[in-house]
């Protein structure tokens, strides 16, 4: 099994997945870095990004800059499906999405997690954000984390 992804045909919704089928779907392999997988890091015209239910089998350590810099992105869904009961890394998770007006992190296991640093930053349009289900007691970096969240007036 892979984790991979496939960009829709105007590129601005990517699906992902990970089981056996990326040959037969086309699936692109994400971008590898000494911090682990940067997902859709710089897609600038990326829209929706959707995490099939195959993504419950895959647990990344690093979610460091997976959706940085996609300013148009709008919609991530079925982050149920995203196991991070393994993830230690989100910086830079969601850094400069300006167009993100709200995302459910409800489901995230946030346990093991020890960098948060600008998770969050320059998210602008962020209206609301609710992290009542975080657990941040390991959690070491938080620097930055809501910088340049300029219309967040909710903050659970």
């Not at 991979?4 to 692109?28: F, M, N, P, Q, W």
């Not at 195959?54 to 079925?78: N, Q």
């Not at 093991?112 to 209206?127: E, K, P």
């Amino acid at each position: 099994m892979e984790f991979y992804y496939v960009l829709s045909e105007d590129k601005r919704t990517a699906t992902c997945y990970c089981d056996d089928g990326r040959e037969e779907r086309g699936g692109i392999l994400p971008m590898h870095s000494s911090l682990g997988y940067r997902l859709f890091w710089g897609f600038n015209r990326l829209k929706k990004v959707f995490f099939d239910a195959t993504c419950k089998d895959y647990c990344p350590t690093h979610l460091h800059a997976w959706f940085c810099g996609c300013r148009e992105l709008k919609e991530v869904i079925g982050l149920e499906n995203l196991n991070t009961a393994q993830t230690s890394d989100m910086d830079s998770m969601f850094k400069d999405c300006s167009s993100l007006v709200s995302i459910d992190l409800s489901s995230f296991d946030t346990t093991r997690v020890t960098d948060m640093c600008s998770m969050f930053s320059g998210c602008s349009a962020l209206s609301a954000l609710d992290l009542s289900s975080f657990d941040t007691t390991q959690v070491t970096d938080m620097c930055s984390m809501f910088s340049g969240c300029s219309a967040l007036s909710a903050l659970d």
